[in-house]
């Protein structure tokens, strides 16, 4: 086994014991509560009885017999769980303990965990500028883990950069049926897929997973770098003393994250915000509550 694979195997197995300590049972039913439920099928009639929900009469057939009857649903067995992930040339960078690369990882562990947990499918679609790699949905611990060392693989040869419109014309291509689609990527250069996110949102249930990094949105003052842009390679000599020059660059940053909130809000999808400077569980189970709460509102 070269080093590369040795290193390469050792984060996997560091990131399956991380994350599966964070799963568990407050999170596993956080998950169940949010996204199961959302496939139901009708299964049947029966007999009205007091403290059932009067919203769940059938009238037809109450008015053909003369006596109440409520409609049965019965929740889908499965899910189906995919992640999109973007291994595009700056989702190598990192300017802390962690590459992008390695946060996209460790989340899709997360959520791949507690999808397996409930009984769900997982399956992933790497993209940067093409599909990189497509892995239909399946069950078992053992898919989790190929899902992480994939990401991490691609990620830590992370180049071009991202077709976000072509990969979800891919994923309306081969995943048909309803499916929960967490899109984890830094969005770099998403506004013209505006159209087919809309689309994708309406199909499946899709979060939309930002991952950022801090030292994107301000320039420490150390001189004189040279700043490589990881998605086409172009090099620029950047003179972080200036003040001016820092101010700039925050500025540009700010803008560039305000459009990219607006962009969500048009699409209208749940989304979930990771800094690869910060623990993220919080943010999961943040996205859990606030979905979980909405869900409640409307049946109230």
Known sequence: MT?????????????????????????????????????VEFDEVRPYEPGDDVRSIDWNVTAKTGEPFIKRYSEERELTVLFMVDVSGSQSYGSSSRTKAELSAEVTALLALTAIRNQDKVGLLLFSDKIVKYIPPRK?????????????????DARGGTDL???????????KRRAVVFLVSDFMGAEGAERLLRVAAR???????????????????????????????DLM????????????????????????????????????ELSTAKPYI?????????RSARRGGRRG
């Open 140 to 156: 078992g611990r053992d898919s989790v883990m190929r899902l992480v060392r994939e990401v991490l693989a691609s990620g830590e």
């Open 3 to 39: 080093s590369d694979v040795k290193e390469l195997m050792a984060k996997v197995g560091k990131i399956r014991i991380l994350t599966s300590k964070l799963v568990d049972d407050r999170l596993s039913g956080d998950y169940h509560s949010t996204f199961k439920g959302q496939g």
């Open 203 to 233: 199909r499946h249930d899709l979060v939309c997973a930002h991952v950022s990094d801090p030292a994107e949105s301000s320039l420490p003052d150390v001189g004189l770098v040279e700043l490589e842009d990881p998605e086409t390679g």
């Open 237 to 272: 000599l950047v003179d972080t003393s200036n003040a001016a020059t820092r101010r700039l660059f925050a500025e540009k940053a700010e803008a560039e994250n305000a459009a990219l909130r607006r962009f969500f809000g048009k699409t209208g999808v749940d989304t979930l």
């Open 282 to 290: 919080d943010e999961v189970r943040a996205l859990f509550k606030r």
């Open 165 to 175: 419109e072509g990969a979800l014309k891919f994923l309306a291509g081969v995943q």
